[in-house]
């Protein structure tokens, strides 16, 4: 697992055709048999994002166990991975599914890639593709993560060395695309993050600064 870290970013977002700007935060914390991701986006005083993922680390890597999410306007929405039952829960929906391990949530998942990077970094080569399972707010999808390849983004920290995955929705999903740059040179942390909605909406996040922290 990448080393505890707080993650602080500027945040550039397209909201009702206007172009806004703001900040956001993402701490990462793990003991090697725990973690805990803490992540918010903010434009013009107001949280627009907010969502939170515990859970174990285990043979599969990182295993959610509770995901929340707090958009803005929205009311806070969660799922549960409970290991008792072998569900996966969503109270947005009442939606359930069978949990077999591996599955991930929407921050965990940024976490997992860092991991692969870690242990397996022969499998980031530009057109390789990672497939996950990842629970969102409502269900349960198949995500297939491909590998752009290795660039050099600029950041307000700095221009930096990173690899560019993508996360592309199915054809007439209503689901976010995902972009993500992982940086292998600083622990795979993700040093820029976009989310992209079917409406052509976006947040970027692009990092300002990175602190280590204590572990959990």
Not at 164 to 175: M, N
């Amino acid at each position: 697992m990448p080393p505890p870290v707080e993650l602080k970013y500027d945040v550039q977002a397209l909201r009702e055709d206007k172009v806004v700007y703001g900040s956001g935060r993402i701490a990462w914390r793990a003991d090697g048999e725990r973690y805990q991701v803490d992540g918010e986006a903010s434009v013009l005083f107001f949280s627009v994002l907010h969502f939170q993922s515990i859970g174990a680390i285990d043979a599969f890597g990182v295993a959610p166990e509770l995901y929340s999410e707090k958009r803005f306007r929205r009311p806070e929405n969660v799922t549960r991975f409970e290991r008792d039952t072998n569900l996966i829960r969503f109270t947005a929906s009442g939606a359930s599914y069978t949990r077999a391990g591996g599955e991930q949530d929407r921050a965990s998942i940024v976490w997992q890639l860092a991991a692969i990077g870690l242990g397996d970094p022969g499998r980031y080569t530009p057109g390789a593709t990672i497939e996950l399972l990842v629970a969102g707010v409502r269900n349960m999808e198949p995500w297939v993560i491909q590998v752009i390849g290795l660039e050099q983004t600029d950041t307000p920290a700095g221009s930096i060395e990173a690899w560019h995955v993508v996360r592309a929705p199915r054809p007439g999903s209503r689901e976010q695309k995902l972009d993500i740059w992982l940086a292998p040179q600083h622990w795979w942390y993700p040093m820029r993050l976009r989310f992209t909605e079917s409406n052509g909406e976006y947040l970027d996040m692009a990092v300002t600064s990175v602190q280590s922290l204590t572990p959990i």
